[in-house]
């Protein structure tokens, strides 16, 4: 469900991947990100907007975040 947006790099040479994605998709990505390039990579993340999903989606999330708390608890 994400989008890339744009790609580029900077002086250093290091890839620099804009792109757009659900909160939900991003729960184990740092962790995805650094074991793929052996923790060299970084990454932020920043609020863009609220979009509006799907009801199959909506309970997908729903039921993925209530397992999390589950867990928690």
Do not use: C
């Not at 947006?5 to 962790?31: Q, W």
């Amino acid at each position: 469900r994400g989008q890339i947006e744009g790609m580029e790099s900077n002086r250093s040479g290091a890839r620099i991947v804009k792109a757009k994605a659900p909160l939900s998709e991003m729960f184990g990505y740092v962790t995805a990100l650094r074991t793929i390039t052996s923790g060299r990579a970084t990454s932020t993340m920043s609020f863009s907007h609220y979009e509006q999903v799907s009801p199959s989606i909506a309970r997908q999330v729903l039921t993925e975040v209530k397992g999390r708390v589950d867990l928690i608890k």
